[in-house]
C-alpha cells in the first residue's frame, strides 16, 4: 500500500512539471506582441481600416490541486502599448478576480492564490483592460479570456451503490447475466486515463466472473444447487488509470441469492404407515396424515397426494393440505368392525408443477403403503366436525336459527345425544340450543360493532351415560348489515382567513363507518338542499373518500361574525344507504399576506389599543363590586322606608309607639330647633304624607292656615289633628311622628312613659279625655291614678 502511495505522488509530481512547462510556453504565447492594423482600398477607391487590438488571447490553464509555498502564476497580460514606463495600468475583472485570480497591474502577470478543484469548476471567465494609470481611461477595449482547470487523478471511483442485491436461478448455464454494477469517477473522462475503469472480482471466485469494461456479473459455474448452498457474496472492484498501478480504486458487496427451481422429486421417509380408526367413526373424520418431503420452496414444493390402489379405496378417501404439504387419509365410509377389521391402501404423491428443463431428473412423484386397522371401543359422543362455523345477521330477531351441530353415539348401543352450552363462554346468554336436535337459536339481538364473533363450546353427553361428554367449539360470526351511518373521522374545526379568495380550499375532511367496508366507503359528502347555495362556503367531494371545503365569497369579519356552522351530509354505500348531518366548525381568523394564522379571537381585533387580558379581567372585577354596593345600598334604603309594625291585636287606628329618648326641655336649645316640628312643606298649606304614597294629588281646603311661628304646641297639634281629619286621601290609621324636643314648660307635659313608670308623678293626664277619639288609647294608659285602680 505504502508502495503505491509513493507512485502516486511520483506521479502527480511528474504531472505537475509537465503542465508546468505547458503553462510556461502558453505564457510565452500569450504575450506576444499584438498585430499592427493597416490599410486596404476597396472597391471603387475607398479606404478600409482594420481596428488594431493591444493584446491577442484566449485561454490559460493551471493545474489543480497545486500545494506549492507561492501562488501559481498563470500567465501575463501584455499590451503592445506599454512601453515600460509605468503608466499602462492592468485591470482583472470576472469570476473570482480579486479573490482566486489577482494581476500585476504594472507587469500584467496573472496568480492564482488559491487551490483549485476541477471537480468543483473545471474553468473561469475573466476580462482584462489596460488603462490610464494616472486618468484611468480606458487606452484598449476589454478582452474576455478563460482560464482552464487541468486535471490530475485525484478522485478514486464510487459505485452507485455500497450494496447490491441479485437472484439467479439455481443450475443456470455458465455465462448467465446475473447483475450489471456501475461506478463512476469525478475526475476528467477527455483527459489521459484517470476516469478510465476496469471491473475485476475480489472475492465471489469461482462461481462467478464480472465483466473488466461493462461490470456485468455472470455465473462461471454449471449446475449451482440451491439446496447446497443458497446464497453468496461478491466483492467487486473498479480501478482508474485503466487499471495500472497507482490507480485508485473503489469497491461494492453484491449478495447473489439462487432462486428455486422443480429440480426435486417428492420422497416419502418411510415405505408403510399404520394407522387406526374407531367404527363409529363418521363419514368426513380424519383417520391419518402422511407427507412426502421435497426440498424445493414455493411452488416447486407444492405435493398433490392420491389414492392409486388397495381394498380401501371405496371405504377412504384422501386430500392435501396445501398450509402443511401433508395428505389428510379421512373416512369415507361408515365402518362396521365385525365385517372387516383392517384396509390396506396405496398413496401417492406427486408435485403439481413440473419444469420441463429438468424432466430428466424424474419421475417427479413417489407412493407409499398405508394400513388402517378398525377398533371397536366405548368412546364419548363425537361431532361430525372438530369445530363448527356459522354466520348470523346482526339485530336479527330472537329466535333466529343460527346453526345445527351434530354428535354421534359410536357405540353399538348408539345413544340418544342431549346438546348444552357452556354458559362460561356464553356469559351474556345470547344463545340457546335445542338439546334434542342441536338447533341454536339466538335469544336477543346481536350488534356486530359491538361483538363481531362469538366464540361458544357446546357440550353433547348420552342420556344413559352422563359421564360420556364430547365438547365442540363453535364461532359464530355476526354478518353486517347497514345500520349506522357514516360521521367525521375527528372533531373538525376549520379556520378561514379574512382575507380569504375565492375557491380556496381551507380544509379536507374525511369520515368513518362502523360498519364493514361492504356497507361503508365509498362516502359521499354534499351540502343540505336547504343551504346548497350557501354564499359563504361550497363542498367539492373528492371522490375519494375525502371532500374539500373552499371558500365561495371573498371578505370575511370578525367583527361582523366570528363563527360559521356548516351542516355537511355525509352518506355510505351501503344497501340501503345510511347519511347523517354533521356540523363543521369554522372559525374567521386573521392573518397575514401570506395566509400565515394570526389570531381567531374577536376581542383582539377590537382592543388592539394596548389592553392586556389581566386588565380586563380587573376592570370586570371593579365593575361587579360596584353593581354589588349599589344593590346592598338600594336593598338598605328600602328597608328603612318600610311603615312600623303595628299590633295585630290592637285597632289599627290607635297605634302607640314607645320611644327610649326625652327632650331636654325648653332649656336644651342645642338638641333640636323647635321650629323643624312645623314640618316647612305645610308652609304653603300642603303637607305630604310620608307613610303612603298618595293615589292624586290634595288640594288643601281654603281656610286652614298653617300655625304660627311660635312655640305653642298645643295650637300646632290641633291644627294638624284639623288638618288629617279633613284630609281625603289619608289612610284608615294615625301615623306617629317622632319630635325629638319637648319643652319643659309644656302644659301637655311630657309624653314619655320612661319616668311614669317608676316613679310617682303627680301630672294629671286626664285632659287626654278630652282630645277626641285619636287619643282614647292614650288616656286610657295615662288616665287617672283612680281609674287604674278600678280597672285592677
Not at 316 to 342: A, C, M, P, R
Not at 665 to 691: H, M, S, V, W, Y
Not at 766 to 791: E, H
Request: one cysteine or more.
Amino acid at each position: 500500500m505504502k508502495e503505491d502511495n509513493c507512485l502516486h505522488a511520483a506521479l502527480i509530481c511528474l504531472v505537475m512539471l509537465y503542465y508546468s512547462h505547458a503553462v510556461t510556453t502558453e505564457k510565452l504565447n500569450h504575450t506576444r506582441p499584438s498585430l499592427h492594423g493597416h490599410h486596404e482600398k476597396g472597391k471603387e477607391g475607398q479606404v478600409l481600416h482594420r481596428s488594431k487590438r493591444g493584446w491577442v488571447w484566449n485561454q490559460f490553464f493551471v493545474i489543480e490541486e497545486y500545494t506549492g509555498p507561492d501562488p501559481v502564476l498563470v500567465g501575463r497580460l501584455h499590451s503592445d502599448i506599454d512601453s515600460g514606463d509605468g503608466n499602462i495600468k492592468y485591470i482583472l475583472s470576472g469570476e473570482g478576480a480579486g479573490i482566486i485570480f489577482v494581476i500585476d497591474d504594472k507587469s500584467g502577470n496573472i496568480h492564482a492564490t488559491k487551490t483549485l478543484d476541477r471537480e468543483e469548476r473545471a474553468q473561469y471567465t475573466l476580462t482584462a483592460q489596460a488603462v490610464d494609470r494616472n486618468t484611468n481611461r480606458p487606452l484598449e477595449p476589454p478582452s474576455e479570456f478563460i482560464v482552464k482547470v487541468q486535471d490530475i487523478n485525484d478522485n478514486p471511483p464510487e459505485f452507485l451503490h455500497e450494496n447490491y442485491h441479485a437472484n439467479v436461478p439455481e443450475r443456470s448455464n455458465v455465462g448467465t447475466s446475473v447483475i450489471q454494477v456501475t461506478a463512476s469517477d469525478a475526475d476528467d473522462p477527455t483527459y489521459g486515463n484517470s476516469a478510465k475503469l476496469v471491473y475485476s472480482i475480489l472475492e465471489g471466485q469461482p462461481y462467478f466472473s464480472v465483466e473488466a469494461q461493462t461490470g456485468i456479473i455472470r455465473t462461471a459455474l454449471p449446475n449451482m444447487d440451491r439446496e447446497a448452498k443458497e446464497e453468496y457474496h461478491v466483492v467487486i472492484q473498479a480501478k482508474d488509470m485503466g487499471g495500472h498501478m497507482g490507480g485508485l480504486s473503489g469497491t461494492t458487496k453484491v449478495t447473489i441469492t439462487l432462486t428455486d427451481v422443480n429440480d426435486n422429486p417428492p420422497k416419502f421417509p418411510q415405505s408403510v404407515y399404520q394407522m387406526s380408526v374407531s367404527e363409529a367413526a363418521v363419514p368426513g373424520e380424519e383417520v391419518g396424515r402422511v407427507k412426502a418431503k421435497d426440498p424445493d420452496i414455493g411452488e416447486n414444493g407444492l405435493v398433490a397426494y392420491s389414492i392409486i390402489d388397495g381394498d380401501g379405496m371405496d371405504m377412504f378417501e384422501i386430500t392435501t393440505d396445501y398450509e402443511t404439504q401433508e395428505g389428510v387419509v379421512k373416512l369415507k365410509k361408515l365402518l362396521d368392525f365385525e365385517t372387516k377389521k383392517s384396509y390396506s391402501l396405496k398413496v401417492e404423491a406427486a408435485n403439481v408443477h413440473i419444469d420441463p428443463k429438468f424432466i430428466s431428473n424424474g419421475p417427479f412423484k413417489d407412493t407409499v403403503t398405508v394400513k388402517i386397522s378398525v377398533e371397536d371401543a366405548d368412546e364419548p359422543p363425537v361431532f361430525l366436525k372438530p369445530s363448527y362455523i356459522f354466520e348470523v345477521q346482526e339485530n336479527a330477531a330472537s329466535g333466529t336459527v343460527v346453526g345445527k351441530v351434530h354428535a354421534k353415539d359410536p357405540d353399538a348401543a348408539n345413544s340418544a345425544i342431549r346438546y348444552s352450552i357452556d354458559r362460561h363462554t356464553d356469559l351474556e346468554r345470547y344463545f340457546v340450543i335445542n338439546a334434542e336436535d342441536g338447533n341454536i337459536k339466538t335469544i336477543k339481538a346481536l350488534d356486530r360493532e359491538e361483538i363481531a364473533w362469538h366464540n361458544i363450546s357446546v357440550f353433547a353427553v348420552e342420556v344413559h351415560k352422563q359421564h360420556q361428554e364430547a365438547k365442540v367449539p363453535v364461532a359464530i360470526k355476526v354478518v353486517d348489515v347497514n345500520d349506522n351511518a357514516p360521521k367525521f373521522a375527528a372533531a373538525y374545526e376549520a379556520f378561514v382567513c379574512e382575507n380569504a379568495r375565492s375557491n380556496q380550499q381551507f380544509i379536507t375532511i374525511s369520515a368513518d363507518d362502523k360498519d364493514e367496508s361492504a356497507n361503508g366507503p365509498r362516502f359521499i359528502f354534499s351540502l343540505p338542499p336547504e343551504i346548497i347555495h350557501n354564499p359563504n362556503f361550497t363542498l367539492r367531494d373528492n371522490r375519494d373518500n375525502t371532500a374539500s371545503v373552499l371558500v365561495r365569497r371573498e371578505g370575511f369579519s370578525r367583527q361582523k361574525q366570528d363563527l360559521y356552522l356548516l351542516p355537511i351530509v355525509i352518506s355510505d354505500g351501503g344497501l340501503p344507504p345510511l347519511s347523517s348531518t354533521n356540523t363543521l366548525t369554522i372559525r374567521v381568523c386573521g392573518c397575514d399576506s401570506n395566509g400565515s394564522l394570526l389570531s381567531c379571537n374577536a376581542e383582539a381585533y377590537i382592543l388592539n389599543a394596548g389592553l392586556s387580558t389581566g386588565a380586563l379581567i380587573a376592570i370586570l372585577a371593579c365593575i361587579v363590586i360596584l353593581l354589588v354596593i349599589v344593590v346592598l345600598f338600594v336593598t338598605l334604603k328600602r328597608q328603612k322606608k318600610e311603615p312600623l309594625i303595628v299590633f295585630e291585636e290592637e285597632d289599627v287606628r290607635e297605634n302607640i309607639i314607645t320611644y327610649d329618648d326625652e327632650g331636654g326641655g325648653e332649656e336644651d336649645t342645642e338638641a333640636f330647633d323647635i321650629a323643624t316640628l312645623q314640618n316647612p312643606d305645610g308652609i304653603n298649606g300642603f303637607i305630604p304624607r310620608k307613610d303612603i304614597k298618595p293615589e292624586y294629588q290634595y288640594m288643601p281646603r281654603p281656610g286652614l292656615r298653617p300655625a304660627p311661628n311660635s312655640v305653642d304646641v298645643d295650637d300646632f297639634i290641633n291644627t294638624r289633628i284639623q288638618e288629617a281629619d279633613n284630609d281625603p286621601t289619608a289612610p284608615p290609621y294615625d301615623s306617629i311622628q317622632i319630635y325629638g324636643y319637648e319643652g319643659r314648660g309644656s302644659v301637655a307635659g311630657s309624653l314619655s312613659s320612661l319616668e311614669s313608670a317608676t316613679t310617682d308623678s303627680d301630672l294629671d293626664y286626664d285632659y287626654l279625655q278630652n282630645w277626641g277619639p285619636r287619643f282614647k288609647k292614650l288616656a286610657d294608659l295615662y288616665g287617672s291614678k283612680d281609674t287604674f285602680d278600678d280597672d285592677s
